[in-house]
C-alpha cells in the first residue's frame, strides 16, 4: 500500500499514452451517433429479420451492431417469447445447464472518487471508512470457504490504502487459506481469484498478472460520455477513455481473462446494450478475443446517494429481462453473471433467459462475513443487496430448476483461457469439458457442504446427468465415461480436486 496523500496518488494514476496507443485516428471506439443510428434505422424489424438474427445466434455467431439495435427493438410478444427462447438454447449449446457460483470479498471502501451513485464514494459521510488486514482478509475468507465456494471475486476502491500492492497481498492472503469441511473431509480452499478494482497502469496490472489473478472486471459504468462526465466528477475515474481501455492494457499487461460490464438506470438500456457490444466487438478486433464474462448491475439503493433511487433512467424487471435476452443473443461465446443485486424472483427469471453465474451467501459489508453486522447498522455499504439467501438454498433452487451448479476452476488451472477457451466456446467444446468438471466440483459441494434436502435433490441430479454423458457420443469417443465415473468414486471415498 502507498503512504502518498490520496490527492496527489489520485493525480498520477492516469498514464496519457496508455490510453492514446489504443485509438484510431484520435478515435475511441463509442461514436455515440452511430449507436443513435443503428437504433432507430433498426426500429421495426420484421419477424422474418428477426427469426433469421436468432439462427445466426444459435450457429454461436456474435451479432453485428445493426442485428442487435434490431432484437432490442421487438415490440410484438410473441417474438419476445421466440427470443428468450433461443436464448435459453444458445446458452444451453454453449454452456449447457450449468450455473457458476462464487462470493464477493469486499477489502476498501476508501475511495478518492465520487461516482455520485456509490456509497463509497470519497464524499459520502455517511460511510464508515476501513481497508482490511491481511489477518482479516484470511478471516474472511475462511468465512467464504466454509460455505463451500471455491471462487471468489474480490472487490476495492481507488485509493492508495488499496493500490496495486496491496491487492496482490490480498489475492495472496485469499490463495493461503485452507480450510476442512465439517465432515472433515473438504480441500476447503479458494482455487480462482477474480478482482474488481478501479483501471491500472500496465506496470500494476503486469503484478496482478504475475500473481495469477483469474479474471479482471471493470464496469464502464455508462458508455453515454455526458452522462458519464456528470456523475464522475471528480478522481481518475472521471476520464472516460482511462476507463474504456482498462481491459485492453489488461490484456497487453497479461491478464486474458476479461470482464466487461454496464450499471444499468444511469442512462437509456437499449445505449448501454449497444455500448457493451461496441466494447466486445473492439476487443474482438484488438486482441482477436472477446470479454469473458458481461455484467449488467442494476443500480440499487447506495446510503447517501440521491441519484441511486431517483434517477430517470431505472430499469424495470420487463426490460432487464430484454437486456439479458440481448446480451444472451449478442454475444453468444460469453458469460453473463446475475448478481445478489437482484431479489431471488427476478434472479431466477434471468436465470432462466441465459445466466451462466450468480452469487449467493454474498455480504458486501467490510468484514461482514466474519463479524456480526445487523442490516441496519450495515454503514460500511457500498449499496443494497436484494439476495441474501446462503448458498445452500439457492444451490436448492438451482438443482430444482434442473441445472447444476458447478465450483468448476479447471480450465483456469489448465490454460484454457483467453483465446484458447474463446475458440473452445465457440466450437462449444469447452461445454463438454466443464459438464463432466461440474458434475464432479458438485459432488465435491454435496459431500462436504449441502444440507441433507439439498443433497438429495442434487444427488438425483447428478445420476440424470451421468446417464446423459453415457449416451453423448463425445464422451465415448474420448474415453470420457470411464474417467468420469472413476472420479466420481474417487470423490465419494474422500479424494478432492479431481478434473478433467
Ligand atoms: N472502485 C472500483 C471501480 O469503480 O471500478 C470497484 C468498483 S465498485 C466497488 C463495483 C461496482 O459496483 C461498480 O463498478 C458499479 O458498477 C457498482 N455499483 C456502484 N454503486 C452501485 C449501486 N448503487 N447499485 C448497484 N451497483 C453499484
Ligand atoms: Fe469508488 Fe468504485 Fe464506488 Fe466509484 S464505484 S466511488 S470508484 S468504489
Redesign the pocket.
Known amino acids: 500500500m502507498s503512504k502518498m496523500n490520496p490527492k496527489e496518488w489520485a493525480s498520477q494514476v492516469i498514464v496519457q499514452e496508455e490510453i492514446d496507443k489504443y485509438l484510431v485516428g484520435g478515435k475511441d471506439f463509442i461514436d455515440e451517433d452511430e449507436i443513435f443510428q443503428k437504433l432507430s434505422e433498426n426500429e421495426s424489424p420484421s419477424p422474418d429479420r428477426i427469426r433469421a438474427i436468432l439462427k445466426k445466434s444459435l450457429s454461436i455467431k456474435r451479432l453485428d451492431p445493426d442485428e442487435t439495435a434490431a432484437l432490442l427493438n421487438v415490440k410484438d410478444p410473441d417474438l419476445i417469447t421466440e427470443m428468450e427462447e433461443t436464448a435459453l438454447a444458445v446458452k444451453r449449446k454453449v454452456y449447457d445447464n450449468r450455473i457458476v457460483f462464487f462470493a464477493p470479498l469486499y477489502c476498501s471502501n476508501l ?1 478518492v472518487n465520487s ?1 455520485l ?4 464514494r470519497k464524499d459520502n459521510s455517511k460511510e464508515k471508512r476501513r481497508t482490511l488486514s491481511m489477518d482479516e482478509i484470511r478471516r474472511e475468507t475462511e468465512h467464504v470457504i466454509d460455505e463451500g465456494h471455491k471462487r471468489m471475486i474480490v ?4 485509493h492508495p490504502l488499496s493500490d496495486a500492492d496491496y491487492m496482490a497481498e490480498s489475492i495472496k492472503a485469499v490463495y493461503s487459506v485452507q480450510r476442512k469441511s465439517k465432515n472433515g473431509n473438504g480441500d476447503g480452499r479458494i482455487r480462482r481469484v477474480n478482482i ?3 483501471p491500472m497502469r500496465t506496470s500494476d496490472l503486469k503484478k496482478l498478472a504475475e500473481i495469477g489473478i483469474g479474471t479482471y472486471q ?2 464502464q ?1 455508462t458508455y453515454h460520455k455526458d452522462t458519464y462526465s456528470r456523475i464522475h466528477p471528480e478522481g481518475p ?1 472521471s476520464d472516460y477513455r482511462w476507463r474504456l481501455y482498462a481491459l485492453h492494457r489488461a490484456m497487453d499487461a497479461g491478464i486474458d481473462d476479461l470482464a466487461i ?1 454496464a ?1 444499468f438506470g444511469l442512462y437509456d438500456w437499449k445505449f448501454e446494450v449497444m455500448g457493451l457490444l461496441y466494447h466486445t466487438m473492439d476487443l474482438e478486433r484488438q486482441f482477436g478475443i472477446g470479454p469473458h464474462t458481461i455484467s449488467f ?4 439503493e ?1 446510503i447517501g ?1 440521491d441519484l ?1 433511487t431517483n434517477s430517470k433512467y431505472i430499469v424495470s424487471d420487463e426490460e432487464f429481462k430484454r437486456i439479458v435476452t440481448v446480451l444472451r443473443l449478442s454475444v453468444p461465446y460469453t458469460g453473463l453473471i446475475v448478481t445478489a ?1 437482484e431479489k431471488p424472483g427476478i434472479k431466477k427469471e434471468v436465470i432462466k433467459l441465459g445466466c451462466t453465474q450468480t452469487d449467493a451467501s454474498t455480504n458486501i459489508d467490510i468484514g461482514g462475513y466474519s463479524e456480526t453486522v445487523k442490516e441496519e447498522t450495515a454503514d460500511t455499504q ?2 443494497t443487496l436484494g439476495e441474501t439467501r446462503s448458498l445452500d438454498e439457492v444451490i436448492g433452487e438451482v438443482a430444482d430448476m434442473g441445472m447444476i451448479s458447478s465450483f468448476c476452476t479447471a480450465g483456469y488451472r489448465c490454460g484454457r483461457t483467453g483465446d484458447k477457451i474463446m475458440n473452445l466456446l465457440t466450437e462449444c467444446v469447452e461445454g463438454k469439458f466443464c459438464k463432466l468438471n461440474a458434475i464432479l466440483t458438485f459432488k465435491e459441494y454435496l459431500e462436504d457442504y449441502a444440507s441433507e434436502k439439498t443433497r438429495l435433490v442434487g444427488e438425483k441430479l447428478i445420476q440424470k446427468e451421468m446417464e446423459e454423458v453415457r449416451q453423448i457420443p463425445f464422451f465415448k469417443q474420448h474415453n470420457l465415461v470411464e474417467k468420469l465415473e472413476e472420479y466420481y468414486e474417487r470423490i465419494s471415498n474422500g479424494e478432492r480436486d479431481l478434473y478433467l
Open positions: 475511495c461516482c451513485y456509490c456509497g463509497f472487490v476495492y476502491g481507488e474488481n478494482a478501479a471493470v464496469f459504468e475515474k460490464g450499471l448491475p442494476r443500480l440499487t447506495a446517494s441511486s443485486r457500498q449499496f
